[in-house]
């Protein structure tokens, strides 16, 4: 009788936010399987690939990152902030909406911000939308009617950085979204991200 194997339940964006959720924590299995919104036993997958690279480690407190993982989380805050929840149906759609600042980021793949985009809604998304603080105001591309100034209240943006925003029915898709557009903007964070998940 041949062996029924169970489909891996997660890809490797939910490693990344797993990973991000550790640095943002000390938090047990249950309460990151509850953020994550995916059962425990994909958390314990991903821990055991997390602490195989020498990221994560499991103490009574919780999991929390090694030396070597706080050095990534590390690197990665100075390109990215926080994915933080926003309290504002931006898009319309009555859906999760969450964002983060890309504090750096390649000035070519500007030119071609709906490739960024298509990758955000590949993961999942509804709605992907990218700003960018000129003059201490955030303007969208092609959109001038709209005023986004609204947004600064809640992330603390300086000139030139990006402010990145998605939306999904689901929590934990929208905060893939983030990450999916971040990395295709940074080149580094692409790699950073690839090096916990490959």
């Given at each position: 009788?041949?062996?029924?194997?169970t489909l891996k339940k997660f890809d490797n964006l939910d490693l990344v936010?797993?990973?991000?959720?550790?640095?943002?924590?000390?938090?047990?299995?249950?309460?990151?399987?509850?953020?994550?919104?995916?059962?425990?036993?994909?958390?314990?997958?991903?821990?055991?690939?997390?602490?195989?690279?020498?990221?994560?480690?499991?103490?009574?407190?919780?999991?929390?990152?090694?030396?070597?993982?706080?050095?990534?989380?590390?690197?990665?805050?100075?390109?990215i902030s926080p994915i933080i929840k926003i309290n504002q149906d931006i898009?319309?759609?009555?859906?999760?909406?969450?964002?983060?600042?890309?504090?750096?980021?390649?000035?070519?793949?500007?030119?071609?911000?709906?490739?960024?985009?298509?990758?955000?809604?590949?993961?999942?998304?509804?709605?992907?939308?990218?700003?960018?603080?000129?003059?201490?105001?955030?303007?969208?591309?092609?959109?001038?009617?709209?005023?986004?100034?609204?947004?600064?209240?809640?992330f603390n943006i300086k000139d030139k950085e990006l402010l990145l925003i998605?939306?999904?029915?689901?929590?934990?898709?929208?905060?893939?979204?983030?990450?999916?557009?971040?990395?295709?903007?940074?080149?580094?964070?692409?790699?950073?991200?690839?090096?916990?998940?490959?």
């Amino acid at each position: 009788m041949p062996v029924v194997r169970t489909l891996k339940k997660f890809d490797n964006l939910d490693l990344v936010t797993l990973f991000l959720e550790i640095g943002n924590r000390i938090a047990s299995r249950e309460k990151l399987a509850t953020i994550m919104e995916l059962g425990e036993g994909s958390i314990k997958s991903m821990i055991k690939i997390l602490k195989n690279k020498d990221l994560v480690l499991t103490e009574k407190s919780g999991n929390k990152l090694t030396k070597k993982g706080k050095k990534y989380f590390s690197e990665i805050n100075k390109i990215i902030s926080p994915i933080i929840k926003i309290n504002q149906d931006i898009f319309k759609d009555k859906l999760n909406v969450y964002g983060c600042i890309l504090r750096k980021y390649e000035k070519n793949k500007l030119k071609k911000q709906y490739i960024a985009r298509e990758n955000a809604i590949r993961v999942g998304c509804n709605s992907a939308m990218i700003l960018i603080c000129e003059n201490n105001h955030l303007k969208a591309q092609y959109v001038e009617e709209f005023d986004f100034d609204f947004l600064k209240k809640d992330f603390n943006i300086k000139d030139k950085e990006l402010l990145l925003i998605t939306s999904s029915d689901k929590k934990k898709t929208a905060k893939k979204g983030i990450l999916a557009l971040s990395c295709s903007l940074n080149l580094k964070l692409n790699k950073l991200f690839r090096e916990i998940y490959k």
